[in-house]
Nanobody, 128 residues
């Protein structure tokens, strides 16, 4: 069974950094590099928001305006893992962060409805 598991969340002070990981398992005929991977977040009382994504086709990346210049997405296909490096964290970055996946040779999307597979989420809290 295909699974995506997030890790790396926690409590950090404003201005600090965290690195989230999205590890996948359970592949059969396809491979991790065939999947577009997105990172999303959801704060209490708010809609799920696209943060960043990385495409399967050519590794193109996209970022929400709110995180540009602070967050960096990358992938290590040998480890079946995508990372989200988060620097200069702000209290408004506090949320549950989810990774999502969609199989196919396309450019990724920051629209959560586009994705087929989801992890369970990891909590990120930015507070002094």
């Amino acid at each position: 069974q295909l699974q995506f598991v997030e890790s790396g969340g926690g409590l950090v002070q404003p201005g600090g950094s965290l690195r989230l990981s999205c590890a996948a398992s359970g592949f059969t005929l396809d491979h991790y590099d065939h999947y577009n991977i997105g990172w999303f977040r959801q704060a209490p009382g708010k809609e799920r928001e696209g943060v960043s994504c990385i495409s399967s086709s050519d590794g193109t990346t996209y970022y929400a305006d709110s995180v540009k210049g602070r967050f960096t997405i990358s992938r290590d296909n040998a480890k079946n893992t995508v990372y989200l490096q988060m620097n200069s964290l702000r209290p408004e970055d506090t949320a549950v962060y989810y990774c999502a996946a969609k199989l196919g040779p396309w450019s990724c999307s920051l629209l959560y409805k586009w994705y087929d597979y989801w992890g369970q989420g990891t909590q990120v809290t930015v507070s002094s």
